[in-house]
């Protein structure tokens, strides 16, 4: 007999027989109306675990994690108002079900039901996933669906509530969170421990401490114990009532009363002041972790048997029994009415149709288009008075890093909901001095300094766009992402996919990386490696190579993000920053004129220099600088050459690409990044797969990059293109 079937006969037989566990009489303001609906709530979160696991039994539902014994959220959730956004804990169906009901005219008696249980049953007509994975979340209830909740979303809930107060001064075309809002962050002790959430509460106190607006309720749901690792007694108090800029407030989640009152009060104190507050629920979890998890395998039976006896239901029944909100029959009755409901539309459920095709998977990895009102160009006297100086200075060719400034001050300007953020990206105008000027011409609410963790840029940037901004994150140094991958690859770029696009929290995240510097790096600051970029469903990847073509790609980066709600990496190569010259000292080959206002260089459009014959080589970045510096000297042994630019690397222009090198006789590719792992490998395939016979690759060697004099040894040269150009003709 499974554990669910042993707590729910249990509650039978103790409801009849009046065999209720003690504890504490019902206090505080909760009323009888909506204790009630605290009740059914609970015992509709129970009756769909239970119903889960029969379906999973019988082939018709897929893997799923219970919130049996987690359904005081319900309380909680009855305290906060329906436009609090909610990142919930994989355990609170109990809250999201209460919340369903504070919102009648979208949320009808069954509806939350039917909803749940397609998810159980990953039909395509789940509301939320469309049958891509069994979550929790509702457009209409302000709650994002959530995948882990392994402390992952915990940054971007920090994000979301710092949006408030930047919305309030700054509103966005498309903002959704009232001036007055606070944002709701649940998740587990366990989840406590992980460094992702330990920054998250570090940021949100070190934003407290400033005394900068930050409404924001963290709720650890505390089990005491994390899949079959229990959480040591008193840890979570005492990590938490003394931490400085986080409040602490602490009740018993098997007392829905205690709960409500408690919740109520933090709420209330987060919204009047302004602060972040830390809610610690005790709670215990029932049936195991997930799935078919069978807790006494790793816990002694009479622990587990002491859990259900302490069921949170039968504290509910005590309690409600007592404040004369309803009698024994009437709760009992409740409780067998909803698990017939939910059996009776479990069967109905589980002949709606399913996904089948990679197109039906795939239709949400990509967010619809977002209507975005037309924005005029500003007022020359504006744009005027914003560049003083410099624009004198445009009339004349500049470096990479000064042009990409400028374009972010035009794109700022022309969109006041775009924001940057990052550390250093401020006051001192970034590492590289591209963002100079940006703060003193937009303020500290637009270019924001963040404390030194990647993770909180990201996620302040991922909150920020749910609240309808535009960020544009800086990370200093492309090895810094990898502190932080997942805020991209599991957060930013999985939201729409698993909300069928009802969800998106569209960027522009820009990097400064690959190699070649100078004088400065090694391997964290000179990186050559961005695979697990190429490797995300549905991200972009840009990498310009010249100072004109970076300001009209970050245009078009802008665009993609505001417009079609994506997730953009916008690469630019640090040693490219700050060149000027091509073949010969103070020969200004690689300076650019600033473009004008409208120029962009669209999404898949690749460059190409030349139209010789017999070798063409496709490259991009610093490659693109080198081959151009190769090329006088193949020139000159009569080899007639085309140089391809790809500039975006994800997702890659496969057809652009072969109709630029139709008619050529050789394809060198010339790639910065690493042999194995590297852009080449796609690049010699694809280019295989259509039948071009005549190719090499040159890249850079499978090694980490040194500081000193062998700064650029592993890496392809100008003189290692010209070998292997050689090499691959005389063949």
């Not at 029969?54 to 014994?69: H, K, L, P, R, V």
């Not at 029959?329 to 479990?346: G, N, R």
Request: hydrophobic content about 45%; charged content about 20%.
């Amino acid at each position: 007999m499974g554990r669910s079937v042993i707590v729910h006969e249990n509650f039978l037989r103790r409801v009849a027989s009046g065999d209720l566990p003690p504890g504490p009489a019902p206090r505080g303001p909760l009323d009888r109306d909506l204790a009630l609906s605290i009740y059914r709530s609970a015992c509709l979160s129970r009756a769909l675990d239970r119903e889960a696991r029969a379906m999973q039994a019988a082939g018709t539902g897929f893997y799923t994690i219970g919130s049996s014994g987690h359904e005081g959220m319900a309380a909680v959730a009855a305290a906060l108002r329906v436009t609090d956004m909610a990142f919930l804990h994989y355990r609170d169906a109990g809250f999201q079900i209460q919340r369903a009901s504070q919102l009648p005219e979208a949320y009808p008696p069954g509806q939350m039901m039917h909803d749940m249980l397609l998810s159980f049953a990953c039909s395509s007509e789940d509301p939320i996933s469309g049958g891509r994975h069994k979550v929790l979340g509702s457009r209409a209830l302000f709650i994002p669906p959530q995948t882990s909740t392994i402390a992952s979303h915990l940054p971007k809930a920090v994000g979301a509530a710092w949006s408030i107060g930047a919305a309030k001064r700054h509103r966005p075309e498309h903002a959704i969170l009232p001036d007055d809002g606070l944002v709701f962050c649940s998740f587990g002790d366990a989840s406590v421990n992980h460094s992702t959430a330990q920054g998250a509460f570090n940021a949100a106190a070190w934003t407290a401490y400033q005394s900068l607006p930050l409404p924001l309720l963290f709720c650890c749901e505390d089990n005491g114990i994390g899949i079959s690792t229990p959480t040591p007694k008193g840890w979570i108090a005492a990590n938490f009532t003394q931490r400085p800029g986080l409040k602490y407030f602490a009740c018993n989640g098997l007392d829905i009363f205690e709960t409500f009152a408690t919740s109520q009060a933090a709420a209330a104190f987060v919204r009047s002041r302004r602060k972040p507050a830390f809610l610690h629920i005790s709670m215990l979890r029932l049936y195991g972790h997930a799935g078919a998890d069978m807790p006494t395998t790793y816990l002694p039976k009479a622990e587990v048997e002491a859990e259900e006896a302490n069921d949170p239901l039968l504290h509910s029944v005590r309690l409600l029994v007592e404040s004369g909100a309803a009698t024994l029959v009437e709760l009992l009755d409740i409780y067998t009415s909803v698990a017939a409901e939910v059996t009776a539309m479990a069967q109905k459920v589980i002949t709606r149709p399913h996904l089948s095709t990679a197109a039906d998977v795939m239709e949400s990895v990509i967010p619809p288009l977002r209507n975005c009102r037309s924005v005029t160009a500003p007022p020359a006297a504006a744009r005027a008075a914003m560049f003083g100086s410099d624009l004198q200075a445009m009339e004349e060719p500049q470096i990479m890093s000064r042009l990409i400034g400028w374009a972010l001050s035009d794109l700022m300007l022309e969109h006041g909901e775009t924001v940057l953020m990052g550390e250093d990206v401020g006051r001192k105008g970034g590492v590289y001095g591209v963002t100079q000027k940006l703060r003193s011409r937009f303020g500290p609410d637009r270019v924001i300094d963040t404390l030194l963790d990647e993770q909180s840029i990201l996620g302040l940037a991922i909150g920020m766009a749910q609240n309808g901004f535009v960020p544009m994150p800086e990370i200093q140094f492309l090895a810094y992402l990898h502190n932080a991958e997942d805020q991209i690859r599991g957060e930013a770029a999985t939201l729409p996919f698993f909300s069928t696009g009802q969800f998106s929290n569209p960027m522009v995240l820009r990097i400064a990386g690959l190699g070649y510097q100078k004088g400065f790096g090694g391997h964290f600051h000179n990186d050559n490696s961005f695979a697990v970029l190429r490797d995300i469903p549905g991200l972009i990847l840009a990498v310009p190579s010249d100072g004109a073509e970076a300001v009209r790609m970050l245009r078009e980066c802008h665009r993609l993000a505001r417009e079609e709600q994506r997730v953009v990496v916008f690469l630019e190569p640090i040693a490219l920053y700050p060149i000027r010259d091509l073949c010969a000292a103070k020969d200004g080959g690689w300076l650019r004129h600033y473009p004008a206002l409208g120029e962009r260089i669209a999404l898949g459009e690749i460059g190409q220099a030349g139209d010789g014959k017999d070798l063409a080589i496709v490259t991009y970045g610093n490659g693109r600088y080198l081959s151009e510096q190769a090329r006088p000297a193949l020139e000159a042994l009569g080899i007639g050459i085309r140089i391809i630019d790809l500039r975006w690397i994800s997702p890659l222009p496969a057809e652009s690409l072969i109709r630029a090198v139709q008619g050529c006789d050789h394809v060198l590719v010339v790639d910065e990044t690493r042999r194995s792992g590297g852009l080449a490998e796609a690049l010699m395939a694809h280019l295989a797969e259509a039948g071009i016979a005549r190719l090499a690759r040159h890249t850079a060697e499978d090694s980490f990059i040194p500081t000193g004099p062998a700064y650029a040894a592993t890496l392809p040269s100008r003189d290692s293109i010209i070998l292997a150009a050689r090499q691959l003709l005389a063949r």
